[in-house]
Each structure stands twice: as structure tokens, then as C-alpha cells.
């Protein structure tokens, strides 16, 4: 991948080094943020907030495959995809802790990208970037963020607040992320099996957007305050909508009815899905990777989601012995199946 | 290594159903614990505190071998390099995230293992597990730690603090855990010649514990505080003494001089040394993973430390254009040099 650029071998700059590195232009700006990078544990001051910890692992060849993803885009979204946990508590993000395991296959600027990526994303979304660790690894790239953050005690959404007759509300739209995945799996089948054809992407940025450079949803909890709107229950799309529902509804003890014709799915991702026969409502409830917001609202707030653009009612929570139910286009009745994205039984379907 | 065990494939139960079963009795203790797994973050609550972060990635072939490494230890160690981090800024540890990548050759038993040693040191040092991330692995079996700890304002101790005339203690003794690898890997040697030939390990404990089952220095923390001796700078000693002393001068911009004769060695660690040929002094300045907490103090202190059975002072800060330099017991002066416990070499040695 680097073998037309400079090399620098990692050995020679030795672990200090390699850190030293990467991180020397590393400024904390958040206020919160006493102490960043260089000492055993980075320093956090949250004063009346109450402190919001996740915490998520990247591996190569479960989480990404580095014949088409780009390593920027890779360090761009190993952050989103944490931050987007702490968004879903209704909280803002604040500082990420950021640790790669390295094989030495990778040269100093192919570790620069990913961590320019890292960097991109935290200096958008206004992230410290507060310690980590670096190692050699013995296979494949390995990546781990912690992301940390901060909200009002009486703020905080939890996934267990869902009451009955509340409004379930998702933002942006859903199964880009997998349509977009499966778009470059079949144009890597295509190059492996014949390099001299170019990868044929075209028109399809949106969805190979969503795949590699997801955006975490800080501006709907930011819309969400503006709005005076505090949610019952929040979870960020991470396994796909029926998965993310369904935890919704178990750790609430409710049960849901949602409306396929309500899911929003953007229409390069339906005509896309079609392309690949698969069914598009299908990609928006199993499909995963989307990082959009799924949480519930007292119908009392009906009127100020309702002019909202990019917040959709997809249905409703209801009592538990009702089910948790999809009501089709045709208007048949299907359960809701926690599919989601099993990364444990992907490896074996690759 | 569970051939003779009931083993349970890992696909069977799937992501969520394996953090179900893991994370099931796990029950926070923590007062500073307001919600532990279960949603998108944990919440925790430090009031007036402020909040400490470090994070370890653990890696098979770089950090652990597993065909000397019992998983419950690796479990058990895995905890404590990251809770010696948080007592390293004269902090209390509170909470961990513990997230684990695994390949498929690993059966449900096996991650239990891990996760009753993680859970062990979890109890014993009064920490709340209150997160992580469970990932199929394409290869070897990750481990990535992140502790979470408080500390008073007024209390936090930096590496970067050491003053001019400041006594440089260490808690415990060093090198042992470097000797102990030797000793496990002249014994994987062996019996990968020979498998009919037993590992000898008798009468070395002390220093196959060091090395497969540390204890971070809460204890000392704790005697600190009781002692009312607030340390000007510290750091745990994680890659050898010498590189963690030469981290302290460069942050405060100091110099260093410490005595051979000082540096406390235990006698096992001290024979067995010499057994490999190997000088003990070395193992101690560069042998790493002691996870003993190195600090320096005011001279007007030594009353309070002179008594202190744990804690050894072995030598004193500088002005910087003095050096960093060690007395040896034939009195010459060698200069420090960072050597450290360079993971990112290691793979290329092996």
C-alpha cells in the first residue's frame, strides 16, 4: 500500500518514538481536560457532570479489511463509532483515548494516516485526545478507543426509560452503511479477480460514505436540547434499527409497533439494495453501522419533532405483551429479530 | 489447551448472548458508580474528584504467550497494569471497560477463565467492571484494558514535579518479573524439545508470580496517604527502573543520581539472575513489568519514609546539567540509558 511512498520502519523510531511522534502536536483544548497526554493517566475535570465512559474494539479482518478502506478514513471512524456511545446517553464527548497494535508491515505514515484521521475526527467533533498505547502487534492492525465524556445528572438517557404510548424517533436514515459495505466487497471480488479493473464506485459516494466515513449524531443532541426535547431512551444504530429496538424494549420492559413505510432510507440506498436483490427495509433492520440516534419521546412532544428534517417517527412503544412488531407496507404483521451484526459468526461467513 | 474440557463454541451463543453470560453476575460496588454495563456508556459520578484515564492493549505474541500464560492470570494481570497506572497519579481506581477480541479456537471456557481473573482483581482491588467490547478476532486474542480512577485536586502527582534534592524511593523490589520470564521461557524451551519433560519451577514462586500474577501498589497509595507524604513526582514502574526514572528527569527537567547498592533486589530474583548469566542490576533497570510505583520526595520527608519496610530509597534528584547517572558499587558513574521493555522491537527479537 506504501510501497511508492517514503518508508519508515517503526523499529527505528522504537515505542517512545513512535509516540513522541505522533503525538507532539497534540494540544487539549476541551476545558475539561486538565492533564492529556504524556503522564501515566490522563487528567479529567467534569465538576457537577457525571463522567460517560465506552469503550469499543477495531480489528483487521472482522471490523475492516484494508484492501479497500482507506487508513484516514479507518482512524476517522474508529473515533465516530465511540463517540457516537456517548451521544447516545444525550451526552457530549469530550476527550478519546486512542490505541493501536501495529504489525510491522505498517511503516510510521501508514500509522500518521490513521492517526491524522483519529485527529480529523476528534478536532471536528471538538474531542481531546488524552492518552493511549501503542504496541507491536503479531498479525493484523488493532485498534481501541475509548471515548469519555460528560452530561447533567438529570440529562442522562438511558436505554431502560421507554414508557408506553411514547413516539420512536431515529435520525438521518438507515442501511447506507451496509449497502454502501456491500458495494465494496463486490468491487474488491472484482479487482482481485481481474487488478487491471478500476473499482466502479461512481454516483455512489453517499452510500460508500456511510460505510467508510460515518458521522457520529452531536448535532442531534445538540437539536434535541435546542428543541427542550430530553428523550425517555436513547441507543446510537450501531447492529442495525430491529437490534437497537429491541434493546430498547427489553431493558424497558415494552413492547413496540413500528411502521415499515416510516423507516428512512435514502433513496441511493433502496435502488442500490435492489441492485444487490436485497430488500432495502432489510439492510435498515439488520444491516448496522448507520450511527444514527434511535430514541423514544412522550407523545406530549410530537409538535416538536414534527417539523424537524432530519428526525423521523417510525412507530410506537407499547406494553410488553404486545410484541415487538414491524407492520409492513402490505400491512402484515412481523416480529422484530435481534439479527443484528454478530461480529462473533461474521468471521466464519467470510 | 481445553481439548479434556467441556468446551462450548462461542458462535452458538453469539455477541450478545457471550456479554450476557460474561457480564451477568457482575454487580458494581463502586459508589462513584451510577450505571455500569448494560447501556451505550457507563455513567460515573467522581463529585468534587477529578477523573483519571489509562488505557493498555494486551496482545497475544507481543505481551503474553499462551503456552505459559494461564488465562486467569492473563486476566488477572491484565487488570492490574492498568490499575497501577491510576495509583501511579496517587489516584484510586474505581472502574475498568475490559474489551476482548477473540479467534475462534477459543471455546466459551476459555473467556470465562480470562474473565474470572479480571473479576478476581476486580474484587480485590475494589473496582467496578463497567464496560468493554467483545469482538470475533481474525488472529490471536486481544485484550484492551481502560481504568478509571479519581483523585483530589490538591493530591494528583505528575511525573513532572520532582524538585532539586528530592529523595527517589521505590516501593518493593525489581527485576523479578524479567527474571520470571526467563525462567518461563528457558522452560517453554524445554518443553517444546521435549514435551514428556515437566516444567521445573520449584522454589521459584516469588518470581514466576512477579511476572504472571502482579500486584499493582494500592497498598502504597493508601501508606502514602496515611503517612501524609505527598510525593512531587511519580510513575510505576512499568519498562525498568532506568527508563522510568529518565521519564521523571525529562519531564521535571532534572538530573538524577541513584546507587547500585540502593536498588532493592529480592535474593531469588538475585540468584536466579546469575543462573542465566544475566547481571541483577540490569533486570532491574531494564527488565520491566514490576508495576512497583517509583516517587520522589522532599528531603524533609526522610523521617517518614526511613521506617517504611516497602519503600527504599535508592538515590536523589539533580540540577539536569548534572545527568542521569547510576553510582555502581565498584563507585563508577554509568550513565542511564533508556532501554525499556520496547514492544515495538520485541516481535523482531523473537
Not at 447506507?176 to 478500476?198: M, T
Not at 439488520?286 to 412507530?315: A, H, N, R
Request: glycine share 8%; aromatic share 6%.
Amino acid at each position: 500500500m506504501f510501497d511508492n511512498k517514503e518508508r519508515t520502519n517503526l523499529e527505528e523510531l522504537g515505542e517512545f518514538g513512535l509516540i513522541d511522534h505522533l503525538t507532539k502536536s497534540i494540544i487539549p483544548n476541551e476545558k475539561s481536560t486538565i492533564k492529556g497526554i504524556g503522564d501515566d493517566a490522563a487528567v479529567l475535570d467534569f465538576a457537577d457532570k457525571k463522567t460517560l465512559i465506552s469503550t469499543d474494539l477495531l480489528l483487521e479482518g472482522i471490523h475492516f479489511d484494508l484492501r479497500y478502506v482507506p487508513l484516514k478514513h479507518l482512524g476517522y471512524k474508529a473515533v465516530q463509532v465511540n463517540l457516537s456511545d456517548i451521544y447516545a446517553m444525550n451526552g457530549i464527548a469530550s476527550q478519546i483515548t486512542f490505541s493501536i497494535g501495529l504489525s510491522s508491515k505498517f511503516p510510521l505514515e501508514a500509522v500518521e494516516e490513521i492517526y491524522e484521521g483519529a485527529l480529523i475526527a476528534c478536532k471536528k467533533y471538538n474531542v481531546d485526545l488524552v492518552g493511549g498505547d501503542t504496541s507491536a502487534s503479531a498479525q493484523g492492525l488493532v485498534i481501541s478507543v475509548t471515548s469519555i465524556g460528560y452530561v447533567d445528572q438529570s440529562k442522562v438517557v438511558y436505554r431502560n426509560g421507554a414508557k408506553e404510548g411514547d413516539l420512536i424517533c431515529v435520525s438521518g436514515d438507515l442501511g447506507g452503511a451496509y449497502v454502501g459495505l456491500q458495494l465494496l466487497e463486490r468491487e474488491k471480488k472484482i479487482f482481485l479477480d481481474n487488478p487491471n479493473i478500476q473499482p466502479d464506485l461512481e454516483g455512489k459516494d453517499y452510500i460508500v460514505e456511510r460505510q467508510l466515513k460515518p458521522e457520529a449524531r452531536r448535532d442531534i443532541v445538540e437539536l434535541l436540547a435546542e428543541k427542550d426535547i430530553l428523550p425517555n431512551s436513547m441507543i446510537d444504530v450501531s447492529d442495525g434499527l430491529a437490534s437497537e429496538i429491541l434493546h430498547i424494549c427489553k431493558q424497558s420492559d415494552k413492547g413496540c409497533k413500528i411502521y415499515e413505510e416510516k423507516i428512512p432510507i435514502d433513496p441511493m440506498t433502496y435502488d442500490t439494495a435492489f441492485e444487490f436483490g436485497l430488500d432495502p427495509t432489510v439492510c435498515a433492520l439488520s444491516g448496522g453501522e448507520d450511527y444514527e440516534l434511535l430514541f423514544t419521546i412522550p407523545q406530549s412532544d410530537y409538535d416538536k419533532v414534527k417539523g424537524l428534517l432530519d428526525i423521523t417517527v417510525i412507530g410506537h412503544i407499547t406494553e410488553p405483551s404486545a410484541g415487538c412488531d414491524m407492520i409492513s407496507k402490505s400491512n402484515k404483521v412481523h416480529p422484530l429479530i435481534a439479527q443484528g451484526w454478530n461480529s462473533l459468526k461474521k468471521k466464519e461467513e467470510d
